[in-house]
């Protein structure tokens, strides 16, 4: 990464404020309580996974995180700052950048997708920038010349100019991490990141998620099933079944956790079988 790159981490104050504080979060649809009461708190500098058999919430929770989905009720801060009823846009600006289950990619290039990423930052805004405005086309040169430096972070330098259309599945799932990453975000929500993949992807990735921490000092709060990945790259963890939060710790004491075991019941997550993740080195 060259000096000029993302943000460095920081070296972790353990008397710093938490970089994300979820407190009795409930949603309701219908007659389906989908969280009830769930709490987290993720760290800075960390990697949190979110995990829970089918149904379980996750993918609820990260809708209320990314202000798809409105809590009923419970609050949801962002470094002191209260995320709570904000609109989607609003939080992306606050620094919460997401990735998608299946990948939500836009037609052209690899560097027109990425720079989506950008749009965020721009402060002259579509029409100036559609317009070509003196004072745009600089700043699309710098947000450019960013989009250049995190693909190659990611290691999409030489795919930069491909049209997406073309890349692997392991690829594209890279472009929206390198666009989730364009937002310079302070909390990565990746959504299932190696799903789909192949071993040798879900190895590039896991290597690339544990750089990306290393290097840009952001938190990332992870859905993932892949238990592998996750005994590998994750600092903590946090266990929902049915909405509500059973176990918070590490990977070792979640696994271990007999109420865990129970909500896993006939899916193994104490024998998870080891995954192309630990294959790789931290
Ligand atoms: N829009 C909705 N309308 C009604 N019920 C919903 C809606 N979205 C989710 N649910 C219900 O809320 C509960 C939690 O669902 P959610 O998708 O958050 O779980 P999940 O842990 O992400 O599951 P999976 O691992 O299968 O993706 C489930 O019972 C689901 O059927």
Redesign the pocket.
Known sequence: MSPSGPRRAQATDPGAPPTLVVRDVT?R??G????DGVDLTVRPDSVHALI????????????VLSGV?RADSGSVTLAGRELTGCAPHRIAELGVARTF?NIVLTRGTVAQNVLLGRHVLTRGGFVATALGLPGTRREQRIHLARAREIAEFVGLGRLFDIPVDLLSYGDRKRVELARALCMEPTLLLLD?PVAGMNAAERARMAATIGRVRAALGLSILL?E?DMGLIMRIADEVTV?D??RGIATGTPREVQRDPEVIRAYLGTGIAGASPSAAEEVGR
């Open positions: 949603v649809f219908a389906v309580l989908a969280l829970g058999p089918n149904g379980a919430g996750k993918s609820t929770l990260f809708n989905c289950q299932e859905v099933h929902l049915f909405g």
